[in-house]
């Protein structure tokens, strides 16, 4: 008998994040830009933990040390998602005499 709850219905043939075809995609993906990752705990009672990787090597380090068995892991294109014509605000921080730069390199 198994130690996860029965109920869920735990199988071999299930979504896997950690298949070759998903990290493969995940990885091509990250070669245009960045990737926002929601992580789900299972039976974490706790809110997602949502998180934005540059780099395949650290989003693959934190598959290894910090999923856990169930866990759900839903994966977006930021580059498609974050674009300067959808933002909900836009502005730039002021200094001591609330001023802020008309132009500037970003």
């Not at 998903?22 to 993906?29: D, G, P, T």
């Not at 068995?69 to 977006?76: C, E, L």
């Amino acid at each position: 008998m198994n130690t996860y709850d029965d109920p869920d219905k735990w199988v071999s043939h299930g979504q896997k994040i950690t298949a070759q075809g998903k990290l493969e995609a995940i990885r091509q993906c990250m070669e245009n830009g960045p990737i926002i990752l929601e992580h789900r705990f299972y039976r974490g009672a706790r809110a997602p933990a949502r998180i934005v990787f540059d780099e395949f090597e650290v989003f693959a380090k934190y598959l290894e040390n910090q999923a856990n068995p169930g866990d759900a892991f839903y994966i977006w294109d930021y580059t498609v998602l974050c674009r300067d014509d959808n933002a909900i605000a836009y502005g730039k921080y002021p200094d001591k005499n609330d001023r802020v730069p008309e132009g500037g390199a970003y």
